[in-house]
């Protein structure tokens, strides 16, 4: 069973900097797209970063460009989302989403974590 954790959350001050984690674990044949995603309370989930199955081509929502980076350690699997200079609106709960496929013969499916917690106090 494929197992996808989110950590690195915290609580921290505007201006401050965090790095979250997705770490992944199971039977994993190829991996795919990485994707994080955030939800603040009241709001929809919304897409904050993808990084693609080469690691070559990222792509960022435009309220987080220039401030978050995406990364992944191809050999374990491990995804990255550096946040800089943070605001207060970045507030959420960060999930990352990942293409999995366990086996030589099954398609990627996507796989949730469970979500970290971020909070940016002014």
């Known amino acids: 069973q494929v197992v996808l954790v989110e950590s690195g959350g915290g609580a921290v001050q505007a201006g401050g900097s965090l790095t979250l984690s997705c770490a992944t674990s199971?039977?994993?044949?190829?991996?795919?797209?990485l994707f994080w995603y955030r939800r603040a309370p009241g709001k929809e989930r919304e897409f904050v970063a993808s990084?693609?199955?080469?690691?070559?081509?990222?792509d960022y929502a435009d309220s987080v460009k220039g401030r978050f980076t995406v990364l992944r350690d191809v050999p374990l699997g491990t995804g990255y989302l550096h946040i800089y200079n943070l605001i207060p609106g970045d507030t959420a709960t960060y999930y990352c989403?990942?293409?999995?496929?366990?086996?030589?013969?099954?398609?990627?499916?996507?796989?949730w974590g469970q979500g970290t917690q971020v909070t940016v106090s002014s």
């Open positions: 199971g039977p994993i044949w190829s991996a795919g797209g």
């Open positions: 989403n990942q293409e999995i496929a366990t086996t030589a013969y099954d398609p990627c499916r996507q796989y």
């Open positions: 990084i693609d199955y080469k690691n070559q081509i990222t």
